[in-house]
């Protein structure tokens, strides 16, 4: 079945610092999404793209179908943005995703 | 619009029993979809139940099982409870049922299941 890497598993910033989450998949996929757990441990929507470029305020990502990986860019963190971001993929013919092992974002004041 | 609502939040259980688990779906979504999530194993794909069918199972034992109902709600049994199903379990809802289409999915706040 298809996989779905992260990196880097762990990654701390100074609050303002820029960061780049990079997801890779093994598998034509359907569906591409990055999600950020929250501390309750409910998955809360970042991105849903399965390729191309999106943009959400400090956020955005980009999804290269064709070379399978995608990148979750976050601007000016702040320290609010701490936290386990996933990504993850559906495989093609299937509604289900497959999740990466999560990046941990540490932000300090 | 409601989001995709699952109780109960918490749960205490002990080993041997078993433990149902609902979901509400968003309104209009008919696929829903289980994970659990273990520091161990991390996310883990369940099952996935489209207009009361169960279309996509992944690789759990016998002893979890779910099924859907006509409003779109869905349910998961663990039977025979292990200290191993110690977990968080989310549910999520998707709007398009086909499966060469799938579309965005909305997750609950999850139940945090513990066997004792």
């Known amino acids: 079945g298809i996989q779905v890497e992260q990196s880097p598993p762990d990654l701390i910033l100074q609050e303002g610092a820029n960061s780049t989450l990079r997801c890779n998949f093994s598998d034509s996929v359907n569906n591409l999404q990055w999600f950020h757990q929250n501390p309750w441990g409910q998955l809360i929507n970042l991105f849903y793209?399965?390729?191309g470029t999106k943009q959400n305020g400090r956020l955005s990502a980009t999804t290269v179908a064709t070379e399978r990986y995608s990148l979750l860019y976050i601007s000016s963190s702040q320290t609010t943005d701490s936290g386990v971001y996933f990504c993850a993929a559906s495989p093609q013919g299937a509604q289900k995703l497959v999740f990466g092992q999560g990046t941990r974002l540490t932000i300090n004041p | 619009k409601a989001g995709v609502t699952q109780t109960p939040r918490y749960l205490i259980k002990t080993r041997g029993q078993q433990v149902t688990l609902s979901c509400s779906p968003i309104s209009g979504h008919r696929s829903v979809s289980w994970y659990q999530q273990t520091p161990g194993q991390g996310l883990q794909f369940l099952f996935e139940?489209?207009?009361?069918?169960?279309?996509n199972k992944g690789n759990f034992p016998g002893r979890f099982s779910g099924r859907q109902f006509s409003n779109s709600r869905s349910e998961m049994n663990v039977s025979t409870l292990e200290l191993g199903d110690s977990a968080l379990y989310l549910c999520?809802?998707?709007?398009?049922?086909?499966?060469?289409?799938?579309?965005?999915?909305?997750f609950g706040q999850g139940t945090r299941l513990t066997v004792v």
């Open positions: 139940y489209f207009s009361e069918t169960q279309r």
């Open positions: 999520a809802s998707s709007l398009v049922g086909s499966a060469d289409l799938n579309t965005e999915a909305f």
């Open positions: 793209i399965p390729s």
